[in-house]
């Protein structure tokens, strides 16, 4: 089972500061990562796929990085509504599918 | 536009039985494999389960094998998990996953969940 680590697990920041998430697999997962958005009292909603791919309307200031065991999202000016959690998860050793714990940016 | 409604969830004693119902629309349903992912309050992300656009596979968590079944009707447009044997630590929001495509397991749209609690 590919147990993946994030860190920090919260993250204090401002608007319009750089965020930095990272993520780590105990395996290689080659690409086969994805970045997913929790607002409270909402569903999850898909940022990036495979490691750098940004999903369908999420803004240019979410990118992703990484392959194999260490992973980075990171948001290159934090606007008020990216303040939510955020989870990494990985498609390439499973079952089965795995998630990060997450890491809370407020 | 992908839209996912579940339905079905509810108050339970340990050891009943539920059946989820999910409610796909917005897409050719057939071409996609779909997943149930629940989170139990205050809690994280936990993969319970997932099946293929032709439902010639799935797969299921440790934690929901011999309980669980997922299944589909492609003619209704809709995914369904069976859960039996219910314990308290199943409790959560169970969302119904669109998948990213037939056994691709990035999760491109969820819906907005439906509840579980396991109490007697």
């Known amino acids: 089972e590919a147990v993946l680590t994030q860190s920090p697990a919260t993250l204090s920041l401002s608007p319009g500061e750089r965020a930095t998430l990272s993520c780590r697999a105990s395996q290689n997962v080659e690409i086969y990562l994805a970045w997913y958005q929790q607002k409270p009292g909402q569903s999850p909603r898909l940022l990036i796929y495979?490691?750098?791919n940004r999903a369908n309307g999420i803004p240019a200031r979410f990118s992703g990085s990484g392959s194999g065991t260490d992973f980075t999202l990171t948001i290159s000016s934090l606007e008020p509504e990216d303040f939510a959690v955020y989870y990494c998860?990985?498609?390439?050793?499973?079952?089965?599918?795995?998630f990060g714990q997450g890491t809370r940016l407020e | 536009e992908v839209q996912l409604v579940e339905s079905g969830g509810s108050l339970v004693q340990p050891g009943g039985s539920l059946r989820l119902s999910c409610a796909a629309s917005g897409f050719t349903f057939s071409r996609y494999s779909m997943t149930w992912v629940r989170q139990a309050p205050g809690k994280g992300l936990e993969w319970v389960t997932s099946i293929s656009g032709n439902s010639d596979k799935t797969h299921s968590a440790d934690s929901a094998k011999g309980r669980f079944t997922i299944s589909r009707d492609n003619s209704r447009t809709a995914v369904y998990l069976q859960m039996n044997s219910l314990r308290a630590e199943d409790t959560a929001v169970y969302y119904c996953?669109?998948?990213?495509?037939?056994?691709?397991?990035?999760?491109?749209?969820w819906g907005r969940g439906t509840l579980v609690s396991v109490s007697s």
């Open positions: 996953v669109q998948d990213g495509g037939d056994w691709n397991e990035t999760f491109q749209h």
């Open positions: 998860q990985q498609r390439k050793n499973w079952p089965p599918i795995t």
């Open positions: 495979d490691a750098s």
